[in-house]
């Protein structure tokens, strides 16, 4: 059972470890875990109530997957009591966390109950397990939707707004070393700050996942932005939308090596498309 945590408290992240493997929750699934914990010692005394004690215990998951989808995934937390002004990558790396946790804990609870319940309740419980999975899927999505508006955004305030031409930028364009352009430099930035907070949350199997998809996103929407926004007039100008676009490459390919062979896509069609003269 995970350490109690006290509600109200500065920080009401406790941690759980489950079959070996360690989960950052929230107070609410510690009290989730408590309440069917109870419940599974009514029915490990009296086995004439256990197809109660499952019924009980899939009507809580259900609750429980209901309202953190309805807060988290669909940000209902910003009208409700918590009054949250946005639901952050943190928010969801927490869910995230919280889902997995009776993901992983689900088969216990069955096992706990096969002897006794009747299988049609048992399959309710496997059916609840999965709108579990299904929801964590959801989450996971989410965080590639994150990059995909925030692409979305800076292509519409800074991509019109660049002067690739400015011929003060003239010497600097044949180092790729720092990026020139905001469009650039702010793309990077964003992507190095979501790894930081998943890399918290996600174990390294999901994050790799988050950012394989990640990276299969910036391979593919990138060039259609600059084709779209990104035209400049004289040699300098196209040497350095060039090395912007490798510093962004470089950088990013750093978070994982092993799934980004995809980015030189990016680097293909900067060369393609702005290093001929």
């Not at 009401?12 to 109870?38: F, H, N, P």
């Not at 059916?127 to 519409?156: N, P, Q, T």
Request: charged share 25%; proline share 4%.
């Amino acid at each position: 059972r995970p350490p109690r945590a006290r509600r109200g408290s500065a920080r009401e992240m406790r941690g759980a470890v489950v079959d070996a493997t360690a989960y950052k929750v929230v107070w609410s699934s510690v009290r989730l875990l408590e309440m069917i914990d109870a419940k599974l010692a009514v029915a490990s005394s009296l086995p004439v109530v256990a197809d109660d004690v499952v019924a009980r215990v899939v009507d809580l998951l259900r609750f429980f997957e209901s309202r953190t989808r309805q807060l988290v995934l669909f940000a209902g937390a910003r009208h409700s009591s918590a009054r949250l002004k946005t639901i952050t990558a943190r928010h969801l790396g927490l869910a995230s966390q919280c889902l997995s946790l009776v993901v992983a804990l689900a088969p216990h609870v069955r096992a706990a109950l096969a002897d006794a319940a009747r299988p049609d309740l048992l399959a309710d419980l496997d059916a609840v397990a999965a709108d579990y999975i299904d929801h964590h899927r959801r989450i996971l999505s989410k965080f590639v939707g994150i990059i995909d508006e925030m692409l979305d955004a800076l292509a519409r305030d800074s991509l019109p707004r660049t002067n690739w031409d400015d011929s003060r930028h003239q010497n600097q364009a044949a180092t790729p070393d720092e990026a020139r352009g905001p469009f650039v430099a702010a793309v990077v930035k964003n992507v190095f700050d979501l790894h930081g907070v998943l890399s918290k949350y996600l174990p390294p199997e999901q994050l790799l996942e988050v950012f394989t998809n990640i990276y299969d996103l910036l391979a593919t929407k990138i060039p259609k932005l600059m084709l779209a926004n990104v035209n400049p007039e004289s040699h300098h100008g196209r040497a350095r939308v060039v090395a912007d676009l490798r510093f962004l490459v470089h950088n990013i390919s750093k978070l994982h090596a092993e799934s980004s062979n995809v980015l030189s896509r990016i680097e293909s069609f900067a060369l393609e498309r702005y290093g001929k003269s």
